[in-house]
């Protein structure tokens, strides 16, 4: 089981009415994958829902669900010896657990995004900035789909 406690930002992001519309999750949605994907699928939006997480200001996990349909992009594959969330993210794309000398690299799907404006090729640059925290590359995500400054205020992240 996961802990919240690992989870610095949970985020659902989703469009009602072609308007982005975003709640934070709840504690209990994040002990477990099954339990955020039955967490986003909840919300009512046009085309599912987006879920952003940021865990231990180390890795970031965007989950997308539209009804049956599940994509997952993990910022750093190694980070399943240390969460167990991203863990579970590995095991669900059936990915080979990472070896201890393994090099950080995403894993699941950068183009989970593409469809709203977030290209695969940017996804992977940004993973790419290590000079970049999770939640300031999530903030960035957020900007490029249109609500940055909503998850900004959300989180509490200040605009330099």
Same mark, same amino acid.
């Given at each position: 089981?996961?802990?919240?406690?690992?989870?610095?930002i949970?985020?659902?992001?989703?469009?009602?009415?072609?308007?982005?519309?975003?709640?934070?999750?709840?504690?209990?949605?994040?002990?477990?994958?099954?339990?955020?994907i039955? =967490?986003?699928?909840?919300?009512? =939006?046009d085309?599912?829902?987006?879920?952003?997480?940021?865990?231990?200001?180390?890795?970031?996990?965007?989950?997308r669900?539209?009804?049956?349909?599940?994509r997952l992009?993990?910022?750093?594959?190694?980070?399943?010896?240390?969460?167990?969330?991203?863990?579970?993210?590995?095991?669900?794309?059936?990915?080979?657990?990472?070896e201890?000398?393994?090099?950080?690299?995403?894993?699941?799907?950068?183009?989970?995004?593409?469809?709203?404006?977030?290209?695969?090729?940017?996804?992977?640059?940004?993973?790419?900035?290590?000079?970049?925290?999770?939640?300031?590359?999530?903030?960035?995500?957020a900007?490029?789909?249109?609500?940055?400054?909503?998850?900004?205020?959300?989180?509490?992240?200040?605009?330099?």
């Amino acid at each position: 089981m996961a802990s919240p406690d690992d989870v610095d930002i949970a985020l659902a992001a989703y469009r009602e009415e072609g308007v982005w519309q975003l709640q934070e999750l709840a504690d209990p949605v994040l002990t477990s994958l099954d339990a955020v994907i039955s =967490g986003l699928r909840r919300f009512p =939006g046009d085309g599912g829902a987006i879920g952003l997480l940021a865990l231990d200001e180390d890795v970031f996990l965007v989950v997308r669900v539209a009804g049956p349909q599940v994509r997952l992009l993990l910022s750093d594959v190694t980070a399943a010896d240390i969460y167990d969330l991203a863990r579970e993210v590995i095991e669900h794309l059936g990915l080979p657990y990472p070896e201890e000398d393994d090099e950080p690299a995403p894993a699941g799907d950068l183009a989970i995004l593409s469809d709203l404006g977030v290209r695969a090729g940017d996804m992977g640059e940004l993973i790419d900035d290590f000079d970049l925290y999770p939640d300031e590359m999530l903030s960035d995500i957020a900007d490029r789909l249109g609500f940055g400054d909503d998850f900004d205020d959300l989180v509490g992240l200040t605009n330099a």
